[in-house]
Structure formats: structure tokens, C-alpha cells
């Protein structure tokens, strides 16, 4: 979804240089027309700004401009090449996707989620860990709250409520999701590497990999937060712990993620 107050943004590791869009992660550049130059050159400025230059630098109407901008601005963030800030902040555009997506169920369509993309630093385990939960401790955060949301829902209707569930499933399911992507980055270690999260979806985007190595990323992520869930299962039968039994179920969960039915598990077999 764009907005005409939306703020074109070019993300780290992504360059406007000699008339191509350049990704250092992926080591490739994409060549630009001189309208497409013009757009990247205004970056920082809102979509209606570079809409009324587009239109008055090329004689078109405006229509037609705000057609073309919007058009190639979608193309960008699609390809993880651009991001949009919001005036009002991440949670103004939350409120407006959400009344949007009220106008549009009747016709059972639900507005696109532009895409984010945040710097990933792999030179160490150390400052992937750290990169990758400064990209996604809000979405974790969100998840784990929704855990504990529709955990206490459920208990509240079974008529017990147990606190000590309800937080431990949504650490789990929020933590899991932070621990999943660390996994990643840390096995991404020298690979130029970003974090895109677009709509439901979190994922590393990050060089070309040799089939073996790219089969070792793929698995991390899910091995290592399935494994968490295989050990925390196994402290909650020594201890005795009940808390620690429920957070192991949404961990153990994502051995899921190292089969064909997930993009891991098909990634891993080259699929």
C-alpha cells in the first residue's frame, strides 16, 4: 500500500551509481531511464513531491506521472531495493492498511504489504545475532503478544487462566522467530547480507551461495530453534516445569521449517 505522503528511501547497501541501481548484497545493478533516475535522485523527498517533478520535468500529465511513479516505486520496494517511511510512523500505516483492508473485504481483496528492508552485519556470530534482533524485535514482540493474547482467550473461555502458559507460549512463539533469523545470519558469516520483512513474511535476502552452503543456511534456522525446543522439553521433564513444557511445543515447531512444505526445507533440497 502507498501512500502519496510516503517517503522514498534507499536502504543500506543499495546506491544510485553512474545511471544503475546497485545492491551490494546482491551484487548486481539494475540500468535506469532518465525518469527512473530522476525518482532515485529525489530520494528522502515524499511520492507526490517526485510525482509533480516527474510530470513537470517530462510534460506529462499528472495522472499519468502518478501512474508511472507508483508503478516503478511498487516494482522497487517489491525487489527489496527502496523502503517507504511513513509521515505518521509505523503504526499509522498499520491503522490506515487496516481500514483499507475493511473497505476492500466485501470484495475479498486485501491491500499489499510494502516490504522493509534492514541491514544484517555477519562479520561475527556476535553482530549477526545483535543486527538481526534489532530488525525484528518489534515484529517478535508483536507475535509473542498475539501468543499471549489468544492463549489467555482460551483459557478465560475454559474458565482457568494460568499467566505462567499464556507467557511462556508467547515467548516462545517471538523469541522463535528472532532465534530462527539469528540462526541464519550466523551461518551467512562473510556473506553480504539484509532482513526484508513483508507483510507475514521475514526472510534473509543475501548474496549467491555454492549449493552446499546455501543447504547449511537453509537448515540453521530451523535446526537451531527446533533443537531449543528439543532441550527445553527435556529441562521441563527433569524439573518438573510446566511453563517450560508449553514454550518447548511452539520451538519444537519449527522442524516444520526443514521440510518441502517450507521455503527452508525446499531451499535445502535445491528446490
Do not use: K
Amino acid at each position: 500500500m502507498l501512500e502519496s505522503g510516503d517517503r522514498l528511501v534507499l536502504p543500506h547497501g543499495v546506491a544510485l551509481r553512474d545511471g544503475l541501481l546497485a545492491d551490494e548484497v546482491r551484487g548486481e545493478g539494475w540500468p535506469l531511464n532518465a525518469a527512473g533516475e530522476l525518482v532515485l535522485a529525489r530520494v528522502g523527498a515524499s511520492l507526490a513531491e517526485i510525482v509533480d517533478e516527474v510530470a513537470a520535468t517530462f510534460a506529462l500529465p499528472v495522472a499519468r506521472a502518478r501512474a508511472d511513479v507508483l508503478a516503478f516505486v511498487w516494482q522497487l520496494n517489491r525487489l527489496s531495493l527502496a523502503n517507504l517511511d511513513h509521515p505518521g510512523g509505523r503504526l499509522r500505516r498499520l491503522l490506515a492498511w487496516l481500514r483499507l483492508a475493511a473497505r476492500l473485504l466485501p470484495a475479498g481483496a486485501i491491500p499489499h504489504s510494502t516490504a522493509r528492508r534492514h541491514p544484517v552485519d555477519t562479520t561475527s556470530a556476535r553482530r549477526s545475532v545483535l543486527t538481526v534482533f534489532a530488525a525484528v524485535w518489534r515484529r517478535a514482540a508483536a507475535i509473542a503478544f498475539l501468543g499471549v493474547l489468544a492463549v489467555a482467550h482460551v483459557e478465560a473461555f475454559a474458565g482457568s487462566v494460568e499467566p505462567s502458559a499464556a507467557l511462556a507460549i508467547g515467548a516462545a512463539c517471538g523469541g522463535g522467530l528472532a532465534f530462527h533469523e539469528a540462526a541464519h545470519a550466523v551461518a551467512l558469516r562473510g556473506v553480504p547480507t539484509a532482513l526484508v520483512v513483508r507483510g507475514r513474511r521475514t526472510y534473509l535476502l543475501h548474496a549467491a551461495l555454492a549449493s552446499r552452503r546455501r543447504a547449511l543456511v537453509a537448515l540453521a534456522g530451523p535446526l537451531a530453534v527446533a533443537a531449543a525446543g528439543v532441550l527445553a522439553a527435556a529441562v521441563a521433564a527433569a524439573l518438573g516445569s510446566a511453563s517450560v513444557a508449553i514454550a518447548a511445543g511452539p520451538l519444537c515447531a519449527h522442524a516444520v521449517a526443514l521440510t518441502v512444505l517450507a521455503s527452508d526445507g525446499r531451499a535445502a533440497c535445491g528446490l
